[in-house]
């Protein structure tokens, strides 16, 4: 219920006396430093909301961690599908490098072109990637569902960030070029003398 002040001060056996002072900031975030900052000037002790919740917080922050690790491991996986279908292609094409390599491209040319086709299926793949997690969030966060205790909501709370694309999208490049390395650098290697021969052969 709502009571004036003074009422408040009565009924606790406590007139003149302001127990608690709730601040709201316009930045949340902001909150730890506003608190020190008024501590320093009324000398009264001031707590932000993170220490208040600091058992949740570190709750959330390994329940984050976790799942870190989980994507980390799906980006692996996808990153050794890459570097198996790059060295399947390799080994399938190596005559046609080694043709590319009598009519003059170098060993860089080759390996420009197999890194750029790593690149391309890790932009295509962290793309649709993208596409389809931000189309799953937005149904999942129309999803009823009831939830009580520390936080109250009728449908499943979601966190839908564009920074986290951006960092799925450069984290799912880096991992394609770097599985498409290792083959790239043995197509670079391939001696057009030595294919043609075993191919005549």
């Known amino acids: ?27 949340e975030n902001v909150a730890p430093e506003m ?11 001031a707590e932000s909301w993170q220490e208040q919740n600091q058992n949740f917080l570190s709750l959330f922050a390994q329940q984050n961690m976790i799942i870190g690790f989980v994507v980390g491991a799906i980006l692996a996986v996808g990153g050794f599908g890459i570097l198996a279908i790059q060295i399947m292609i390799v080994l399938q094409k190596t005559r046609d490098i080694a043709i590319l390599r009598s009519v003059g491209f170098t060993r860089s040319d080759i390996l420009s072109a197999f890194l750029l086709q790593g690149a391309v299926i890790a932009i295509v793949g962290a793309t649709l990637g993208d596409l389809g997690g931000h189309y799953l969030i937005g149904f999942l966060g129309q999803l009823k569902t009831k939830q ?8 499943f709370l979601v966190y839908d960030d564009p920074k986290f694309y951006f960092y799925g999208f450069g984290f799912a490049l880096l991992i394609g070029i770097t599985a498409s390395l290792i083959p790239a650098l043995r197509g670079s290697r391939v001696e057009p003398v030595d294919v043609l021969r075993g191919q005549i052969g």
């Open 35 to 45: 608190s020190d900052r008024l501590e320093r000037i009324f000398g009264y002790d």
């Open 148 to 155: 009580e205790g520390l936080v109250k909501s009728d449908t």
């Open 1 to 27: 219920m709502y009571v004036s002040l003074r009422n408040a001060q009565t009924l606790m056996g406590k007139p003149d006396v302001v127990g608690r002072i709730d601040v709201r900031l316009s930045d």
